[in-house]
């Protein structure tokens, strides 16, 4: 089922910044206490707008990590040295400030309970923001819909959500946790050494009972690439497939949205 | 307009300023949004349909295409993810040329364009016509990647990019405007990005 933006425009709201949380050397959650935000379904996006003393405008997207139903809405920024916005909120944002953003907004890179299962989630990076709001949904939810997250990062001290991924995955039945760890031996057994491969995605898909219902896959395009094409050589099917794709060179927006093109 | 606290941002030239839509910061890469998995379209396989409602028209292979006239178009793409890139270099055939070529005069004001994908979006005929719209099949002097929608996309520049459909292989003639793939899910029927047409309502 696909989730739609409902007719009318999506107004500009603005809101108040209530915490900030570091969750890696250079990736914040700000959370965020918005007036009015109906109908969010997990994997959907904000646009974000700042605005500087002379009306000067800038505008991105986010991924929203929360929940449906969670009290604050939860954005996750990775700081990108070259960019224009991630490195204002990473540097200058304060519990308190106020911000501008419309949504939620996206119709396809979205999850809902009734979509069911199984679920094969695929994330680079901080392509995880949107997997982890399905995440959280499932529990939520629909805790008896099998779902299974595989993440690639590039240490351990990279993972976003380590500590709820790994306590997520002691505690609920049906949830499937795999990290890959690419540029670091991991010494803690519960990460794998290493890139994606077709052994993992195969180990994968067993637990899975086979190939998935949906299957979501988000990073850098480079990595949704390969990772959709190890899908589809490990037999998922192309049409069961949704992906969401960030970055350019150099990239800004964090993660970037499940947007039509480009 | 609620003035961020802090925030001075980096302003474009005034040149790069007034080439830039509302709302879209300039982008020097290519980054790639789609839907769905990459397909992979072989050249001899492909196959690009013209089509008036269920009829096709007119259905050319690859080499058949590669005879029409090619034209070159230098363009600003605007992507609604809010990137924009300057002079971006496109090669193919203009829909005019396809029109001529089938012997085909516009039966309606609109057009859904079909990708292999399933991916589907509409444009209004007249914004196809003329050199405004190409059938491109070279970007930048080579072959389009299949990642940027080779072997062959939509290239509408005007309009937001999600328009410019990939993996295109066919051009359907329909009565009524249908809204396409994104439209159906809440983004603009138009999608202008000078009046900032992102979504439906806007």
Redesign the interface.
Known sequence: M?????????AWQ?VAVTRIVEQTPTVKSFFLMPQRWTSFVAGQHV?V?????D???????YSVGSAPGAPEVELVIERLTEG?VSP?FHE??MPG????IRGP?????VWRKEDGGPVLLVGGGSGVVPLMSMLRARAALAPDVPMALVYSARTVGDVIFRNEMLARAEAEPGFALHVAVTRETPADERFHAGRIDAALIGEVLAGLGGAPRHAY?CGS?PFV?AA??L??DMGVR??T?????????????GT??????? | ???????????PSEEEARRLPP???L?????????????RVATDSWRFTLKVGPRPVKSWTWEAFNELPLTALKRD?H?????SKFDTNWEGVTIDDVLADAGLAPPTDFVLAHAY??YSTNVPFGDLTGDRAMVAIRYEGAPIAP??GGPARLFVPHL???????WLNALQFTERDEAG??E????HMYGDPWREQR????
Request: charged letters at 25%; glycine letters at 14%; hydrophobic letters at 35%.
């Open positions: 696909e989730a739609s933006v409902p007719g009318g425009r999506i603005e646009d707008r700042l605005t500087a003393p009306g000067y405008q800038a505008e991105r997207s224009e204002f200058v944002v400030d106020a911000i501008e907004i996206g119709g396809h890179f896959v395009n690439d959709t094409g899908l589809i192309f049409e497939i949704r992906t969401e794709r960030y970055g350019g060179e150099p990239a800004e927006g970037a949205p499940a947007l039509p093109e480009e | 307009m609620a003035i961020t606290r802090g925030f001075f941002g980096r302003r709302g879209q910061y982008e020097r890469g290519f980054p790639v949004l789609s839907a769905g998995a990459t397909p793409i992507c609604v993810t809010k990137w994908d399933g990642d940027h937001y990019f999600w328009k410019s459909a990939k793939f994104w159906l899910r809440g983004y979504f439906t309502g806007d």
